[in-house]
């Protein structure tokens, strides 16, 4: 079954709405949440890393005051657009490591901004 | 940083092997792994190698030669649900990050 559980799966709303996306670990703690974007065709890309009780670390070109992350408890993170535009449309996928293993995804989540 | 490199696509008949490459280039290498993704999915977890040599899950198999930053998946027995883009995913430079590779499309025909 799935270890790492991602919701909503699909969302669409109007430009100028935040939206909220939940990535919760299933019976295992993470200290540290991945959160991706994947535009069609193409790979995936890191957004940024959650880290349970402190502040998330972006990657560079990724405005962190647009994508607002939480990771308030050991099993979950949330990530907010804020403030959706178009060019904000895309697939958006979560990952939870398990110790020194591999990480594993959550369904992900296709956010469609009209 | 990380350069990953996988060929894009290739078209293999039902009950074929096919052999995925990757080639990769970190520092501080510490395993790589294999994803499939249907299309409109998330990826799904394969195959991990952190050591030489090859490791051997039913019918999928992945190989790795640190010295020369190259990995392969090997698919046997192809079957039509295997049409998926295959992602190659290297852990490296000191944390427990992920760089992936832009997927190689396998396309399965009768």
């Known amino acids: 079954g799935a270890v790492v559980s991602q919701h909503p799966s699909r969302v669409i709303c109007k430009s100028g709405t935040s939206v909220k996306i939940e990535c919760r670990s299933l019976d295992f703690q993470a200290t540290t949440m991945f959160w991706y974007r994947q535009f069609p065709k193409q790979s995936l890309m890191l957004m940024a890393t959650?880290?349970?009780?402190?502040?998330?670390?972006?990657e560079q070109g990724v405005e962190k005051d647009k994508f607002l992350i939480n990771h308030a408890s050991l099993t979950l993170s949330t990530l907010t657009v804020t403030s959706a535009h178009p060019e904000d449309s895309s697939f958006y996928i979560c990952?939870?490591?398990?110790?020194?293993?591999?990480?594993?995804f959550g369904d992900g989540t296709r956010l469609s901004i009209l | 940083g990380q350069n990953i490199d996988q060929p894009t696509e290739m078209t293999a008949t039902e009950g074929a092997i096919v052999q995925i490459n990757c080639t990769y280039q970190?520092?501080?290498?510490?395993?790589l792994f294999w994803y499939q993704q249907h299309a409109g999915e998330a990826p799904t977890f394969l195959s991990y190698?952190?050591?030489?040599g090859l490791e051997e899950k039913g019918r999928f198999s992945s190989f790795l030669s640190r010295s020369k930053g190259y990995s392969y998946l090997l698919l046997k027995e192809l079957q039509m649900k295997d049409s998926a883009s295959y992602l190659c995913?290297?852990?490296?430079?000191?944390?427990?990050?992920?760089?992936f590779g832009k997927g190689n499309q396998v396309v399965v025909i009768p």
């Open positions: 970190t520092s501080g290498f510490n395993g």
């Open positions: 190698n952190v050591l030489d």
């Open positions: 959650s880290n349970e009780g402190s502040k998330a670390t972006y």
């Open positions: 990952s939870a490591p398990t110790g020194s293993g591999p990480q594993h």
């Open positions: 995913a290297v852990r490296g430079g000191g944390n427990n990050r992920l760089a």
